[in-house]
């Protein structure tokens, strides 16, 4: 019935992390909905900003506190105006610094994206700090994506996809069928095809350069890590074979 609230029970772990706020600002919003009935209003949730960061609002805020201090101070002040003026010119300098030591951050992300081909990693380690929750870009994406949306053409999806992210929308290439390649038959013959493990329990996996068909996964933080083959023993004599003939052609 309108005006009525049905509460309903949410992970509360999972509602923080999913919108990036504290458990203060989650006992105000629970605060709120029970003596109104209605969201709290002026309350930002922490949502990710594409065009700035707290360091940069920082530097900002300072400055133009600088600024109208400038303006407030008598002009015969000159001390006091020199002072003012290398304080921010100062917090500019280091401004620019800031942006400059994160634009060599992310290009070395992007460049990152290719360490697989030239077999630099080391080491892969996936943390899942709740359970059932990855926190991978692609899982993080795909929950904005209303699933339930009724479209009778596939384009139709296309603007689904584009406006479920506010306010920076999704790029959308459409591909035909020629982009997409069957992965599980090309997986099926390399790993098993059932996880050896029970995969929901696990609290962290990796994978390492030095033995390359095995998963080492633990159920807890600290716990003792266990390791698990997941390739398929035919494929890995079939490698050692072809190993063995490529060397006998070598001698």
């Not at 506190?65 to 921010?88: C, F, M, Q, T, W």
């Not at 009778?152 to 790029?171: A, I, Y």
């Not at 696990?202 to 390739?231: Q, S």
Request: aromatic fraction near 10%; glycine fraction near 4%; charged fraction near 35%.
């Amino acid at each position: 019935m309108e005006g009525n609230i049905e509460e309903v029970q949410v992970c509360k772990k999972a509602f923080i992390a999913l919108h990036g706020i504290g458990r203060k600002k989650l006992e105000i919003l629970q605060r709120s909905m029970k003596m109104t009935g209605e969201a709290p209003k002026g309350r930002a949730f922490g949502n990710p900003r594409s065009d700035t960061c707290n360091q940069c609002d920082e530097y900002l805020a300072k400055i133009k506190s600088l600024e109208a201090e400038k303006l407030n101070k008598p002009h015969v002040d000159v001390l006091g105006y020199r002072k003012l003026d290398r304080d921010i010119k100062r917090l500019n300098t280091e401004n620019k610094l800031h942006k400059l030591k994160a634009q060599e951050f992310y290009k070395r992300k992007r460049d990152a994206k290719n360490l697989h081909i030239e077999k630099r990693l080391d080491f892969v380690k996936v943390t899942f700090p709740i359970r059932g929750h990855s926190y991978l870009e692609c899982d993080t994406n795909f929950r904005l994506i209303n699933q339930q949306t009724k479209v009778e053409l596939p384009e139709e999806w296309c603007e689904v996809f584009r406006t479920s992210r506010k306010p920076s929308p999704f790029n959308v290439e459409q591909v035909d069928q020629t982009y997409f390649r069957s992965w599980t038959t090309f997986l099926s013959k390399r790993y098993k095809r059932i996880c050896p493990f029970p995969s929901r329990p696990i609290r962290e996996l990796k994978v390492v350069k030095e033995h390359p068909g095995l998963i080492v996964h633990r159920d807890t933080y600290n716990g003792m890590w266990e390791t698990t083959a997941f390739t398929n023993p035919k494929f890995r004599m079939r490698k050692e074979l072809e190993d063995v003939l490529s060397n006998l052609k070598l001698l």
